[in-house]
Nanobody, 122 residues
Framework: QVQLVESGGGLVQAGGSLRLSCAAS????????MNWFRQAPGKEREFVAG????????FYANSVKGRFTVSRDGAKNTVYLQMNSLTPEDTAVYYC???????????????WGKGTLVTVSS
């Protein structure tokens, strides 16, 4: 049974940084591509970043490109999302997802975490 558990969310001032973690069970890195999505209050969930299972390529939404970085530690079965230069528009619940693509297609995500809340104050 695959489980994804996010952590690292919290309250941060605009311009600050946070690193989110997604701990994965079940050895999924060799099978699934890993992704981060977010859902802001009153908005639909949107793609943030993705990484191929081989870790050879990463992909980002235009809104976070240059500020966010996705990485992983295979030994720890953990995927990270380093978020820098945060703005209030980044306030959202952030979800980790494992799926058949590294990208915005939610319908091919197989496993989802429960999310972690990031709040950026102005």
């Amino acid at each position: 049974q695959v489980q994804l558990v996010e952590s690292g969310g919290g309250l941060v001032q605009a311009g600050g940084s946070l690193r989110l973690s997604c701990a994965a069970s079940g050895g999924i890195f060799n099978t699934y591509h890993m992704n981060w999505f977010r859902q802001a209050p009153g908005k639909e969930r949107e793609f943030v970043a993705g990484m191929l299972w081989s870790a050879t390529s990463t992909f980002y939404a235009n809104s976070v490109k240059g500020r966010f970085t996705v990485s992983r530690d295979g030994a720890k079965n953990t995927v990270y999302l380093q978020m820098n230069s945060l703005t209030p528009e980044d306030t959202a619940v952030y979800y980790c997802a494992a799926g058949w693509v590294a990208g915005p297609k939610e319908d091919v995500m197989v496993y989802w975490g429960k999310g972690t809340l990031v709040t950026v104050s102005s």
